[in-house]
């Protein structure tokens, strides 16, 4: 089993920023594809960033392109999501996934088998 426990939500003005990270605990998921997902009221949940199990590759939603970047820290097993130029419309919770199959980046949420409890993430107009 993998645990991952997110941080670093909140509530920033739009503009602003906010790094998210996801620990890992429990069985070792460093070669896991992981990935940021996110789920407004009402909405389906969506990708929003993925990354290979190496850091080597990445993807992004459309919306968060030039302004969110994720990375990871094999050593710390962590993984972080760093939210710049924060709209209105990036409010959602925000949840960390690991693909345990998987070892390049992937959106599709079947892919993935650990989740977060999720962080609330509200940008304020």
């Known amino acids: 089993q993998v645990q991952l426990v997110e941080s670093g939500g909140g509530l920033v003005q739009a503009g602003g920023s906010l790094r998210l990270s996801c620990a890992a605990s429990?069985?070792?998921?460093?070669?896991?594809?992981m990935g940021w997902f996110r789920q407004a009221p009402g909405k389906e949940r969506e990708a929003v960033a993925t990354?290979?199990?190496?850091?080597?590759?990445?993807g992004y939603a459309d919306s968060v392109k030039d302004r969110f970047t994720i990375s990871r820290d094999n050593v710390k097993n962590t993984v972080y999501l760093q939210m710049n130029s924060l709209k209105p419309n990036d409010t959602a919770v925000y949840y960390c996934?690991?693909?345990?199959?998987?070892?390049?980046?992937?959106?599709?949420?079947?892919?993935?088998?650990?989740w977060g409890q999720g962080t609330q993430v509200t940008v304020s107009s």
């Open positions: 429990g069985r070792t998921c460093t070669t896991c594809a």
């Open positions: 996934a690991a693909a345990s199959g998987k070892r390049l980046p992937t959106t599709s949420p079947a892919d993935y088998d650990y």
């Open positions: 990354i290979s199990w190496s850091g080597g590759s990445m």
